[in-house]
């Protein structure tokens, strides 16, 4: 079967080593066989791949899904219970929205047959908005596309990542919900720039709609368990709350003169953000300068207790 292969690839003037997901596709289209016969030919091209120690071709989606006619089913059927779920996300209220625009970011892409680990592990820099309004997605190991046919189910990936890539710009360069919240119904916010390409694109969220000040991807199981509630119609509602954490005086903010407010300086928001992340950077050692402590009273509690041990039987001779 590699022999097969090997003889393809220097016909059509391709590299059958290593040789990319698109490679693997095109030979197999181009000799049409039982799907028995395509896994086996997938299987000895990987093999070959992996004692050389490069990426397995045959790992990708498109591979996949033509080698099995049954996988390319279940994700047509996927992408149109997909697209029932984005149509019933709400589209008003915090942090009821903000939590809407996340779970429609990871319906859309779990329409393209990606796992919920490389979904989990995607970074803003790995999408892209496609000529034709569907989204291209540059995984660790392969590139996918969106379905074609979301549009025709109302569902619009360009737009709904374009959404979900400001709402991200916000929360990494203006992490304040008042601001998100602002944002999200509609009030003037401030000018950001796009999000970092590293910035991971799936980030927890707690009750209240905050996501962490560090950047933190969202894990593969948890972006499983959200779409698959989502898909199985099960998916436990977020309830309007105040954009703002407990613990703040509603009452003591509402008395406060607002006349008498001096104008806010444009870049405080920058100025806080940047005194946020520079507190963080020069806290995280805190807890093994905590440790060392803890250590060096634990060992003087020991010598202690060993001089006492000493001096003890000493003085009860002496007696």
């Keep these: 079967m590699w022999n097969l292969y090997e003889d393809w690839?220097?016909?059509v003037d391709r590299d059958p080593l290593p040789a990319g997901p698109d490679t693997l596709a095109a030979f197999l289209?181009?000799?049409?066989?039982?799907q028995g016969t395509q896994r086996r030919r997938v299987s000895v091209v990987n093999a070959v791949h992996r004692v050389a120690g490069h990426e397995e071709?045959?790992?990708?989606?498109?591979?996949?899904r033509a080698i099995d006619g049954r996988r390319a089913e279940r994700?047509?059927?996927?992408?149109?219970?997909?697209?029932?779920?984005?149509?019933?996300?709400?589209?008003?209220?915090?942090?009821?929205?903000?939590?809407?625009r996340r779970d429609a970011m990871l319906l859309t892409l779990a329409t393209t047959g990606m796992s919920f680990h490389a979904i989990a592990r995607l970074t803003c820099g790995q999408v892209d908005v496609t000529d034709i309004g569907g989204l291209r997605i540059r995984s660790d190991a392969e590139t996918v596309m969106t379905p074609r046919r979301l549009p025709v189910l109302g569902v619009h990936p360009a737009r709904i990542?374009?959404?979900?890539?400001?709402?991200?710009?916000?929360?990494?360069?203006?992490?304040?919900?008042?601001?998100l919240a602002a944002y999200l119904v509609?009030?003037?916010?401030?000018?950001v720039p796009p999000p970092p390409s590293q910035l991971p694109l799936l980030t927890p969220l707690d009750l209240w709609g905050a996501a962490p000040l560090a950047p933190t991807p969202l894990t593969g199981p948890a972006a499983a368990a959200i779409v698959r509630a989502h898909l199985a119609g099960v998916a436990a509602p977020h309830p309007?709350?105040?954009?703002?954490?407990?613990?703040?005086?509603?009452?003591?903010?509402s008395s406060a003169p607002v006349a008498a407010t001096r104008p806010l300086d444009p870049r405080s928001y920058g100025h806080g953000v940047d005194a946020r992340r520079?507190?963080?950077?020069?806290?995280?050692?805190?807890?093994?300068?905590?440790?060392?402590v803890e250590d060096k009273a634990e060992k003087l509690l020991a010598d202690l207790a060993a001089i006492l041990d000493t001096v003890g039987p000493e003085r009860e001779g002496s007696t």
Excluded at 29 to 34: F, L, R
Excluded at 186 to 191: A, L
């Design 9 to 11: 690839c220097v016909a």
């Design 29 to 34: 289209a181009a000799h049409p066989a039982a």
């Design 57 to 64: 071709p045959g790992r990708a989606e498109a591979v996949r």
């Design 75 to 100: 994700l047509a059927e996927r992408a149109d219970t997909a697209a029932r779920a984005i149509a019933r996300l709400p589209d008003s209220g915090w942090p009821t929205l903000l939590f809407a």
């Design 161 to 179: 990542y374009e959404d979900w890539a400001r709402i991200r710009a916000l929360q990494h360069h203006l992490p304040s919900d008042r601001v």
């Design 186 to 191: 509609g009030d003037p916010t401030p000018r």
């Design 240 to 253: 309007p709350r105040a954009p703002h954490r407990p613990g703040l005086s509603t009452v003591e903010e």
């Design 278 to 292: 520079s507190a963080l950077a020069a806290l995280v050692d805190v807890p093994d300068v905590l440790d060392a």
